[in-house]
């Protein structure tokens, strides 16, 4: 069974920065590009950034281009997203995705929490 | 959102509903590559459309999804309590981008 664990989540003040990581296991991890999507509080999904198999193309939404990074370590089965510069709007459960190789997502994690509040 | 959805539909159990997902022939239009997503309170979203009418193994068949133009839709047959959720449509933009639609809140009376 595929599985994707979020974890890194905390409450964070404007301007400051923070790193999300997610654990993938039940598929060839490094067979599949990857995903992040948000969900801000009571609002819709807000595909975030995406990430190849390999690492070496990455892609990012316009609200989050320049502040954010994404990337992924194959031996361990996991990607990170680095969040910069943070800002209120940025309030968000963040959700890991895997694509399943055809422009769909076939799996989602549970999603870890970040707040950012003064 | 790029895409646009009713915010709300309601439907009495057995009734027949349909969710449209509005685009443009930049996205919707351009390819048969739309996805559509179930999200009950408290949970992760889950599959049930992918490719614009396909259903993932598991998915009732009271589910379809359709398109016409730029603007796709799905339809859920039968209304069954349990298909009380929030549904998000999600279309293919080309490179490696995605976009989805605002959501709908789907109320079964």
């Known amino acids: 069974e595929m599985q994707l664990v979020e974890s890194g989540g905390v409450v964070v003040q404007p301007g400051e920065s923070l790193r999300l990581s997610c654990a993938a296991s039940g598929f060839t991890f490094n067979d599949y590009a990857m995903h992040w999507v948000r969900q801000g509080p009571g609002t819709g999904l807000e595909w975030v950034s995406y990430i190849s198999w390999d690492g070496s193309s990455t892609d990012y939404g316009d609200s989050v281009k320049g502040r954010f990074t994404i990337s992924r370590d194959n031996d361990k089965k996991s990607i990170y997203l680095q969040l910069n510069n943070l800002r209120v709007v940025d309030t968000a459960l963040y959700y890991c995705?895997?694509?399943?190789?055809?422009?769909?997502?076939?799996?989602w994690g549970q999603g870890t929490l970040v707040t950012v509040s003064s | 959102f790029v895409l646009t959805q009713p915010a709300s539909v309601s439907g009495s159990l057995g009734q027949s509903i349909t969710i449209s997902c509005a685009g443009t022939?930049?996205?919707?239009?351009?390819?048969?590559?739309v996805s559509w997503y179930q999200q009950h309170p408290g949970k992760a979203p889950k599959l049930i459309i992918y490719e614009g009418t396909k259903r993932p193994s598991g998915i009732s068949n009271r589910f379809s999804g359709s398109k016409s133009g730029n603007t796709a839709a799905l339809t859920i047959s039968g209304l069954q309590a349990e298909d009380e959720a929030d549904y998000y449509c999600?279309?293919?933009?080309?490179?490696?981008?995605?976009?989805f639609g605002g959501g709908t809140r789907l109320t079964v009376l």
């Open positions: 022939s930049g996205d919707v239009g351009s390819y048969n590559l």
């Open positions: 995705v895997k694509d399943s190789g055809y422009n769909y997502f076939d799996s």
């Open positions: 999600c279309s293919y933009v080309g490179s490696r981008r995605r976009v």
